[in-house]
């Protein structure tokens, strides 16, 4: 396709003409400048490489992870050279990319990750999204190995092997997640043997009132309870089954109220116990035996929240480990081991990797929602593949038809 030549306004910048790809269409060339801005590592003049396009490369990278910096770079750079009429791509040097990169660092990548990645989903039009008027998500925890470098090591660890020592080092990661979409509301990175409860207590902050959240058997103290709750959402979690919760009052669902008690002398005196409903069940296995389930939830009332129907809801849980799926498999494809040699490349890495993903995940919502489908039968697939076909053309269209 044949495209004008278009002149720039004054004071305008080169990177806001990839205006009309995917990843600034969900992340606005207008928010990240305000993001570099906040952060003070915003250009302070017109290059051929500027930070807010840099941010979109932190991006891409995890679009294209077998390609190297440089080519990568040149799908970024179309719609730079569309700005500058340019019939061909500006070539960067892979110094000059690194250089940039480390000038951005991860912070920006995060609060851009704060700002922008919302729930996707909407009552009238995703019910499924939600239980007892309840936005559903899934907090949960996995990792994933980096490059073998000094610093790395320091910073993240190795994992053991039956030879003493994995073959990598490994980062540790946490998210929360919209069950329904697969949509990451916020994630945290960290060294391989930070508790896992560490890793989630910053997710806690975009916990709000009217979700319910899922989690493994990791999360079931007083302590993580109490913070988890006042937050203002409610909770649906597993519990160990030889943890201590007396029947209170028994209920005709076959649930029963409890208290989870900050440890045994304050269960003991009967105080500092917290409300909580217990609901246990069991599931046949393919090998003939059950698997045994008891789940603790601040939903106490089994008239709007029936036992039957949160054991059958607790197993939405599961959606995020396809959400790790879909970040390690169909993102990082062959390469399954991170690029960057720094311990703070590796965390912008990291938020390029989930702001990349949710990017893929707003696209599907748009197909899911205009053609009233489930999200879960769209191909997350055929979607990366979709995005990496297309961004290359993203400076082929003015900003004004995004």
């Known amino acids: 396709m044949a495209r004008t030549k278009t002149s720039l306004g004054a004071g305008a910048r080169l990177s806001d003409f990839l205006s009309a790809s995917l990843l600034a269409r969900v992340f606005p060339a207008d928010l990240v400048n305000r993001v570099l801005d906040a952060h003070g590592c915003n250009s302070q003049r017109i290059r051929s490489f ?3 396009a840099g941010v979109y490369y932190c991006m891409a990278l995890n679009l294209y992870p077998e390609a190297a910096y440089e080519e990568v770079f040149a799908v970024v750079a179309q719609g ?19 250089e940039l990169r480390r000038k951005i660092g991860a912070t920006p990548l995060r609060d851009l990750m704060h700002r922008a990645c919302l729930p996707l989903a909407r009552p009238q039009a ?33 994992p053991g092997s039956r030879t003493g020592q994995a073959g ?11 069950c329904a979409t697969h949509a990451i509301l916020d994630a945290n990175i960290g060294p391989y043997r930070a508790p896992e409860w560490e890793l989630c207590l910053p997710l806690l902050a975009s916990l709000k009132p009217g979700m319910l959240c899922l989690a493994d058997r990791g999360f079931r103290g007083h302590a993580q309870w109490c913070a988890a709750r006042a937050s203002g959402a409610d909770l649906l979690w597993r519990c160990a089954s030889n943890q201590i919760l007396p029947v209170l009052q028994p209920l005709a669902d076959g649930s029963w109220l409890s208290a989870l008690y900050p440890n045994d002398r304050a269960r003991r005196r009967g105080v500092d116990g ?64 991170f690029r960057s040699k720094t311990p703070e490349l590796v965390r912008q890495e ?36 979709l995005v990496r076909r297309t961004q290359p053309q993203s400076g082929a269209f003015p900003p004004s038809a995004a």
């Open 350 to 385: 990291f938020y390029g990797w989930v702001l990349a993903h949710y990017a893929v995940r707003w696209l599907m919502h748009q197909a899911a929602s205009e053609y009233r489908q489930s999200h879960h039968a769209l191909s997350f697939t055929a979607h990366v593949q």
């Open 126 to 158: 995703h019910p499924d999204a939600f239980f007892a008027g309840c936005r559903v998500v899934a907090i949960d925890g996995s990792n994933f190995d980096i490059p073998d470098e000094v610093d790395n090591v320091a910073q993240f660890g190795y």
């Open 274 to 337: 917290v409300p909580v409903r217990i609901i246990e069940y069991t599931l046949p296995q393919h090998s003939g035996s059950t698997a045994s389930y008891r789940l603790m939830t601040s939903l106490l009332d089994p008239e709007s929240a029936p036992a039957l129907s949160l054991a059958a809801l607790y197993h939405e849980r599961w959606q995020v480990e396809s959400v790790f799926d879909e970040l390690k498999t169909h993102l990082l494809r062959q390469r399954r081991v």
């Open 80 to 98: 730079l050279a569309w700005a500058e009429g340019k019939p061909s791509s500006t070539t960067v040097h892979k110094s000059s990319v690194s």
């Open 168 to 178: 990598y080092p490994q980062a540790q990661c946490a998210v929360l997640v919209e």
């Open 50 to 52: 500027p930070a807010v």
